[in-house]
């Protein structure tokens, strides 16, 4: 499926490719240009929405004949295309693992796992009112060609309903959350977390960003972070910096 193709949060649609963690890079203003070219039906309302970190970016867009907002992460990968890992395997004497193999292979898994979370959460919203996962994925279908370093650069989108506000974001504007529902609000939290624990779902990052609030109060969790990895080295903070340290 191509980016264009992506469709509101509220239809499911099978598409590509997530990203590993090993292969994200690239700026802002690096991703806009990819988002505007690919979701040519969308409109970019606000770019950078609380939760974007260096790993993915987070913007809302509008489809611009329906109206509905869509909430979009993207990044950007850039890997070695196929015709040049053909050469370096056949110059390195025909390697079993030529230098695209792994980043087929991450993608390959992040889509299965993308799946699956969606087929445990996203079927029967009255089994877990309290979790909007990804229902749509998709990535760039004209990845483009850096030739200073012989890198393709491909977009990679994933897709979720739109909500209200983050819980960052309510906490910090009036009128302020009486006791009632602050308690309120992490009872739905411990629930979300609950049934999607008995789906045998992690959720991999936490955060108040993490969490939407509609404007009655309901809360839900989003964004999980299936792509992050679930251990880090001590003695090494690029994996920390690179997934968890907000912007």
Not at 34 to 47: A, Q
Not at 79 to 108: C, I, L, M, N, Q
Not at 193 to 210: P, R, Y
Request: charged share 20%; hydrophobic share 40%; proline share 7%.
């Amino acid at each position: 499926a191509s980016a264009a193709d992506l469709p509101a949060a509220a239809a499911a649609s099978s598409g590509a490719f997530p990203s590993s963690s090993s292969s994200v890079g690239g700026s802002d203003d690096a991703i806009v240009p990819h988002l505007t070219r690919d979701l040519p039906h969308h409109i970019l309302e606000c770019p950078l929405l609380p939760g974007s970190g260096r790993t993915m970016r987070t913007y809302r867009v509008r489809h611009a004949d329906s109206g509905a907002s869509v909430v979009v992460r993207a990044t950007v990968v850039r890997y070695v295309p196929r015709d040049a890992s053909a050469t370096a395997s056949a110059a390195g004497g025909g390697g079993p693992h030529p230098p695209e193999s792994k980043f087929v292979r991450d993608v390959t898994a992040q889509e299965r796992e993308l799946s699956r979370i969606r087929s445990l959460l996203g079927r029967d919203p009255s089994v877990h009112p309290n979790v909007l996962p990804f229902l749509a994925w998709s990535a760039s279908s004209d990845p483009a060609r850096d030739y200073r370093s012989g890198l393709c650069v491909r977009a990679l989108y994933v897709a979720r309903g739109h909500v209200h506000s983050t819980l960052s974001d309510r906490l910090a504007t009036r009128p302020f959350l009486s006791a009632v529902e602050k308690h309120w609000i992490a009872y739905q939290i411990l629930r979300a977390l609950g049934s999607m624990h008995d789906a045998g779902v992690c959720h991999g990052h936490l955060t108040c960003e993490n969490v939407g609030v509609t404007s009655w109060g309901w809360a839900v969790v989003m964004d999980v972070a299936s792509y992050k990895p679930v251990s880090i080295p001590g003695d090494d903070p690029s994996d920390f910096i690179s997934h968890f340290q907000e912007r």
